[in-house]
T-cell receptor, first 109, second 114 residues
Framework: GQNIDQPTEMTATEGAIVQINCTYQ??????LFWYQQHAGEAPTFLSY??LDGLEEKGRFSSFLSRSKGYSYLLLKELQMKDSASYLC??????????WGAGTKLIIKP | IAGITQAPTSQILAAGRRMTLRCTQD?????MYWYRQDLGLGLRLIHY???????GKGEVPDGYSVSRANTDDFPLTLASAVPSQTSVYFC?????????????FGPGTRLTVL
C-alpha cells in the first residue's frame, strides 16, 4: 500500500529552527509537496520538489532524497504565525496526491 | 479576486437527506478535486476531474457523485447522507497537465450528519 509518515506533533521556540520530516512509500513518484494549514483554514501551498536536493524559499526550505523516500521541511527564524499543521503529499504514478496526516507545529514564546 | 469558493461554509444535515456542496473556481484551471479531511487522517480524494466533461473516482468515492458541466464548477452530491460522512470537505483545482500541477484549495465546507 501507499504510505506517508510524518510526526504527529512538534514543539519549537520562537526564533529557532525546526525540521519536519516526511518519509514515503508510494507506487511511483512524480513530485513531493509541502502545504501549510492553519486551524480551521484551507491548506496553502509552500513548496514542490521533484529532483533531489534543497529548494529554498525565504525562511522555508524543502529537501528531497528520492532514493531514500525522504523529505524534510526546514523553517528558520520561527514566528508565532508559523504555528500550524504542515502536510506532506506525494504525487504517485497515477498523478494523484497521497497525503500524510500532517504535523502540528506548536511555537512557544 | 481569483480563487476558489465553496458553499455552504457549514451545514448540519439529517441522515438520509440529499445534499450538494458547491465549488467554483475562476482561475480557468483544467482539473478540480474533492477531498475530505478527518481528524488524524490525511486528506482523502473523493472524486476528481481532469477537464470539463470528465470525472474520475478517488480513494473514497462511495456515497458521493460529481459532475463537471463546465470549467468553473464542480459540485459534489451526497445522495443519502450518513453520519460517517461528517467531515470537512475541501475543493481544489490545478492547472493540469502543467509540469508542477500545484493544487489550490477552497476554504472548505464543514458538514455534520446527524
Amino acid at each position: 500500500g501507499q504510505n506517508i509518515d510524518q510526526p504527529t506533533e512538534m514543539t519549537a521556540t520562537e526564533g529557532a529552527i525546526v525540521q519536519i520530516n516526511c518519509t514515503y512509500q508510494t507506487s511511483g513518484f512524480n513530485g513531493l509537496f509541502w502545504y501549510q494549514q492553519h486551524a480551521g483554514e484551507a491548506p496553502t501551498f509552500l513548496s514542490y520538489n521533484v529532483l533531489d536536493g534543497l529548494e529554498e524559499k525565504g525562511r522555508f526550505s524543502s529537501f528531497l532524497s528520492r532514493s531514500k523516500g525522504y523529505s524534510y521541511l526546514l523553517l528558520k527564524e520561527l514566528q508565532m504565525k508559523d504555528s500550524a499543521s504542515y502536510l506532506c503529499a506525494v504525487r504517485d504514478s497515477n498523478y494523484q496526491l497521497i497525503w500524510g496526516a500532517g504535523t502540528k507545529l506548536i511555537i512557544k514564546p | 479576486i481569483a480563487g476558489i469558493t465553496q458553499a455552504p461554509t457549514s451545514q448540519i444535515l439529517a441522515a438520509g437527506r440529499r445534499m450538494t456542496l458547491r465549488c467554483t473556481q475562476d482561475m480557468r484551471h483544467n482539473a478540480m478535486y474533492w477531498y475530505r479531511q478527518d481528524l488524524g487522517l490525511g486528506l482523502r480524494l473523493i472524486h476528481y476531474s481532469n477537464t470539463a466533461g470528465t470525472t474520475g473516482k478517488g480513494e473514497v468515492p462511495d456515497g458521493y457523485s460529481v459532475s463537471r458541466a463546465n470549467t468553473d464548477d464542480f459540485p459534489l452530491t451526497l445522495a443519502s447522507a450518513v453520519p460517517s460522512q461528517t467531515s470537512v470537505y475541501f475543493c481544489a483545482s490545478s492547472d493540469f497537465p502543467d509540469s508542477t500541477d500545484t493544487q489550490y484549495f477552497g476554504p472548505g465546507t464543514r458538514l455534520t450528519v446527524l
